[in-house]
T-cell receptor, first 110, second 115 residues
Framework: TQLLEQSPQFLSIQEGENLTVYCNSS?????LQWYRQEPGEGPVLLVT?????EVKKLKRLTFQFGDARKDSSLHITAAQPGDTGLYLC??????????FGQGTRLTINP | GAGVSQTPSNKVTEKGKYVELRCDPI?????LYWYRQSLGQGPEFLIY????????DSGLPNDRFFAVRPEGSVSTLKIQRTERGDSAVYLC?????????????FGPGTRLTVL
């Protein structure tokens, strides 16, 4: 069974600080995605990483896929209150379906 | 254009009752997915449709759960003899094509509460 473990599960920081969220597994994934989910809504895709060691940037967000394709990280620089939400990593668990981590609930305090 | 819509947004039922949850995918999307998200957890895969057929139903927890997509568009998730443990948010997602790399567009979910 493929599992994704996210850490930390909860993170509350002040506006302007930097943070990193981790997504780890003992299994190799062919690709990994990061989603953001707000209360009462479905997850929204932020990025897909495919190649081991790949780094993608989306404004103040930097995503990295581990060399062995078993782990990933999301780094946010100068966090803003609008970054508040549930961040989910998801790996391709087979040809068609996604396996999600349990999520990191991020709160940015003004 | 319109996104994925799900109805009802909230459903409260009693243990043992039958419920149907509806998903309207984005027009033209051939792939449709159902997930279940329990409180404090990430979404858990239930079933995947490509067109009208269930290509992967390995995530359905037991035979009380069933889903259909008769015309390759709207899908209905059916739960028989509901149990309190079925309480969760049921999410539907659609994608222009199948495959784990394709972006999935999620609906807002149906919050099911079984009393």
């Amino acid at each position: 069974t493929q599992l994704l473990e996210q850490s930390p599960q909860f993170l509350s920081i002040q506006e302007g600080e930097n943070l990193t969220v981790y997504c780890n597994s003992s299994s190799v994934f062919s690709s990994l995605q990061w989603y953001r989910q707000e209360p009462g809504e479905g997850p929204v895709l932020l990025v897909t990483v495919v190649t081991g060691g790949e780094v993608k940037k989306l404004k103040r967000l930097t995503f990295q896929f581990g060399d062995a394709r078993k782990d990933s990280s999301l780094h946010i620089t100068a966090a803003q209150p609008g970054d508040t939400g549930l961040y989910l990593c998801a790996g391709a668990g087979g040809a068609q379906k996604l396996v999600f981590g349990q999520g990191t609930r991020l709160t940015i305090n003004p | 254009g319109a996104g994925v819509s799900q109805t009802p947004s909230n459903k409260v039922t009693e243990k043992g009752k039958y419920v149907e949850l509806r998903c309207d995918p984005i027009s033209g999307h051939t792939a449709l997915y159902w997930y279940r998200q329990s409180l404090g957890q990430g979404p858990e895969f239930l079933i995947y449709f490509q067109g009208t057929g269930a290509a992967d139903d390995s995530g359905l927890p037991n035979d009380r759960f069933f889903a259909v997509r008769p015309e390759g568009s709207v899908s209905t998730l059916k739960i028989q003899r509901t149990e309190r443990g079925d309480s969760a948010v049921y999410l539907c997602a659609s994608s222009p094509m199948g495959g784990a790399l394709a972006e999935q567009f999620f609906g807002p979910g149906t919050r099911l509460t079984v009393l």
